[in-house]
């Protein structure tokens, strides 16, 4: 009688609630719980090993919990490590050092105007927002200073501004030109190396994870959450974990809080929640969104699952594998304009990579299609000598296997023909429109006019103080090759020269990583359908569903982000109450 | 110990699984199985009462099962019975009739090309979709016609080729100019009143509710369905409903299918899932979204929860209430143009009003802005007369709260500036830009070239057969206005007067209602986020993502492909092991 019950028990504890059991066990009694075979146990357990993860690990340990880390994958640092490594943060001790005031009432409107641009609304106390939405950016501004401040004071964070490389000035946002945007510079930090240079997201991430090895909090790489596991109550009181074929179960007392990735290499969810084609991300390969699925068990709610932090990628490198290196944030040249299929300009080639890269998914309710799904990058030889070398203009155009080249426009539109009949298997069969030589002509023509008057009447290109100043941070003009330097009324626009050569670069639509997922409160608790927290589940950057919505505020946006609700979720879990069952 | 044990299992009856509670019971034995008090029994339980429920109940019936129907509202029919009544249905009895062969592989190739415009291709064996994805256009085409076969058999339906009222036509595709088209006309058919003429959606429904009434299939309206009830196997035997505040359950030995709406009167939902503003619907009052929370508890994979099938609506009544009569299907006049803030078009304004209606969530990267919330319908005194009574052009302009009249374009643009500063609080302080008034003067010059000339340069208006063919369904010119008839070569198109007044109507995105929701594999069973079914539960119509995603492909989609996924749940649902426990 005594045997059976236990077989009962033990199978209850391995069954899980039916279908729910990909994500999620359910543990069907307080019995059930205590015969769990629990193989770690610790206050609180962060999944991931990213800047929001490790932040959530410090800041936990400050607080006296004691911290177990779970990473998928054999290194740590995720794409974190990858990054440029800049923290957007508001009102930040590097502005306040020079007196320069972020006050929270418009840095809440600026965030909101570029977040929420359709229900802005300065004269209401909300902004125009739902309470939640507007909670999430008072909880970030509130919280991003601090969390920088108490990484330096323990000893975790060697950060200071960060400067535009050649320009060295502070960083310009990614919406300077509205008014709402009171600090258009400046919020952009960066960590130290020991010899005082800015450093990148390789430096952030080994001063974090260094200030977590050096608290002896514990890190199990190749470790991948598996599933979720809740009490009877309903409450996330651990986690299953898969390590080489093992199961790996860990007790979380308090709170698990995720800080891992998006979905973005997970092709099933990108072609299931993208609106549009996504061909590629310079995430780390491992990023598949694993949390949806384990946060989706436990009945969370999921927001903006087709957004992502988006940015142009090279089409040829993205057909050779989605896992890219890089993205395009910032297209060379200053006598390039990129076109679609028709040959048209559509967008400001010099906005930001986040807002430019959302018109490759514009759709034409004329023609019922896509027109933008590939823009070509189209320049001439001034840009290609000039500038040779920035990416991803090459250095050497004779051996890069992404540039097409004609001796005119023409000729180039041949290529371009040419080469997408060759890749239309991977590519659905996109083409040239009839009409794209003859248009590409009149496009030179009236972006040369627009150069020569240094006015862009259709996409007001180099208008804003982002433009010129990221052009020439991301693309600066090679001293020594020949080409007369841009004295023409605007930096980032030269006439394209009436002769050949002319080239080509085709550009898609990609992904920093996506920023979708399961919705958290201002407490960074993970909130189910009904909006109410799911006891002990808590998450920070880009697998929860981005407090920011689509919009990207200025370098560092991601980081600052994850770092700060890393911050305030560890701080949450640490007045849960400690299950000591 | 007899009471306690009857005791606990009793609560395990009535407590969900936590955080899951809101949309699913789960029971936790098969004792709590049994001792469930069910207040009904039936083989398959119908929730809904519009075209895929009734379709649903009428098969089931004729394939034996018993059969109950629950409904939320007080009356049955749903959205159906408020639409035309039109259901689009491919290779139907009357294209056979007159010998058009609708051929399987050419159809295909239509819905593929509308439905995935970024991944059509015509070589590929799936042309170009995931199989899933082919699969449910294979099913829809393979058991359309065969769908309404079987109800005109068993003579629940009496239907005919519908026929564009003025014209006399067939009634012409959604897209009929695209090459993949080869059927462009005769898909669609409509129900046939007594006196023979073709009737609209309160006949269809009256027709197919009658056949269930007439089957004695039970109808419980003031049922709201709240909670999924499934057993210890993950399996749906039956649903919790609501009736007056007491607790309704019912048991279903072989099937839950739902046949509801979309959730487009949700507040709440379309904040979270739109990806930008929709301000009104005419689905029923109390289509929000019900089986969203249900499906998920239940492990539902969600699919295109930002969808919706589109269509403009008259800003000044959406104000008045979100819970609208009619859309702006076809926006009448040939004088006329639709522009946006800049006082520019934006769109070809004949465009069938799914795809038109796209375009007001349109986000410009240049300016971080949707500059196409609302778009300005404008017209002149010929379209104001010629055109009088055509919705939502007043019969009579004076006693209209809707219509805007100014002398000249700068008076006109006046009165929309100081109408928009009215209802700022209600839409967020949208405005028109500066240069508006400038921009009309262009647009008309434009426009009226293009009117003089054929060709719409820009949107191409005219240029299909549905722009000039339902603009003289929707949109006919009164014979005895005293304005000449257009004789120019393209009859939507005339030029807009020099001189004044002008009048303006204020659009704005609308939907018929949304169209995401769980998603369903070829056998209309909701698929859980491993896409694998979960067993006994189905779903058609609104309430399910759309197996023809965001396309709509002619007059009668919706209620088309609602009642033959209907058919198949019925069907599929007949093969369920029936529960005798």
């Known amino acids: 009688m005594g045997e059976k019950r236990q077989g009962v028990t033990r199978r209850q504890v391995i069954v899980g609630a039916g279908a729910l059991s990909m994500g999620a066990v359910t543990l069907r009694s307080a019995k059930a719980e205590s015969a769990v075979q629990w193989d770690h146990e610790t206050d609180i357990l962060v999944v991931g090993s990213g800047v929001g993860a490790a932040t959530a690990a410090i800041t936990a340990h400050g607080n006296g919990d004691k911290v177990l880390v779970l990473e998928k994958a054999p290194i740590t640092g995720g794409t974190s490590a990858k990054s440029a490594g800049v923290l957007w943060i508001p009102d930040n001790f590097t502005l306040r050092a020079k007196g320069i005031e972020d006050r929270k009432e418009d840095c809440l409107k600026y965030m909101a105007r570029f977040s929420y641009p359709e229900t802005y609304n300065p004269a209401d106390p909300h902004l125009g927002l739902a309470s939640n939405e507007f909670e999430l950016l008072e909880a970030f501004y509130d919280n991003a200073s601090r ?34 945007n009171k600090v258009p510079a400046g919020r952009a930090i960066g960590p130290l190396k020991e010899d005082g ?63 891992t990735g998006g979905y973005v290499h997970n092709p099933e969810f990108v072609s299931l929640y993208q609106p549009s084609r996504l061909w590629g991300s310079c995430a780390m390969p491992w990023i598949t969104g694993d949390f949806i699925n384990m946060a989706g068990a436990a009945g969370a709610r999921m927001g903006i699952m087709s957004s992502a932090w988006r940015t142009q990628v090279v089409l040829e490198e993205a057909l050779q594998s989605s896992k890219l290196g890089a993205g395009v944030f910032f297209p060379p ?176 639509a990609g992904a920093l990583d996506t920023c979708g997922g399961p919705a958290i409160d201002a407490s960074a608790r993970v909130l189910d359908t009904r909006d109410q927290p799911i006891p002990g589940l808590y998450g920070a950057g880009n697998c929860i569903a981005s407090p920011s919505r689509e919009a990207y505020w200025g370098a560092g946006h991601t980081l600052g982000l994850s770092m700060t609700f890393g911050y305030i979720a560890a701080n949450a879990a640490h007045n849960e109450p400690r299950d000591n069952a």
Chains 1, 2 share one sequence.
């Open 147 to 180: 969390t920088v401040d108490s990484l330096r004071t323990r000893g975790a964070l060697n950060v200071a501004e960060w400067r535009m490389f050649f320009l060295d000035r502070p960083a310009t946002d990614y919406l300077d030109n509205v008014p709402e």
């Open 197 to 259: 240079s800015m450093g990148g997201g390789g430096e952030l991430m080994m001063q974090l994870n260094g200030a977590v090895k050096e608290r002896e909090i514990p890190i199990l790489t190749n470790h991948r959450a598996m599933k979720l596991i809740m009490n009877q109550a309903g409450r996330v009181i651990g986690v299953e974990a898969d390590s080489g074929g093992s199961t790996v179960r860990v007790r979380a007392r308090k709170a698990v809080i995720f800080g």
């Open 333 to 508: 040249g200053d006598s390039m304009v990129q076109v679609n299929r028709n040959g048209v300009r559509v967008v400001n080639e010099n906005r930001n990579y986040n807002d430019r890269t959302a018109v490759h998914g514009a759709y034409d309710p004329s023609s019922a299609e896509f027109p933008n799904q590939l823009l070509f990058m189209i320049y001439d030889q001034r840009s290609a000598e000039a500038f040779a070398g920035v990416y991803p203009i090459p250095a050497d155009p004779e051996n890069t296997n992404h540039v097409l080249q004609g001796d005119s426009v023409a000729g180039l539109a041949n290529k371009i023909d040419s080469r997408l009949s060759e890749i239309t298997a991977q590519t659905g069969g996109l083409s040239l429109a009839p009409s794209f030589a003859g248009n590409l002509e009149k496009t030179f023509k009236r972006f040369n006019g627009f150069a020569l008057s240094g006015k862009d009447e259709d996409f007001q290109r180099g208008e804003a103080a982002y433009d010129s100043e990221w052009h020439q941070v991301f693309s600066p003009m090679k001293p020594d090759s020949g080409w007369p330097a841009n004295d023409g009324p605007s930096i980032t626009m030269h006439p394209i020269r009436e002769e050949g050569p002319y080239y080509a670069i085709i550009l898609a």
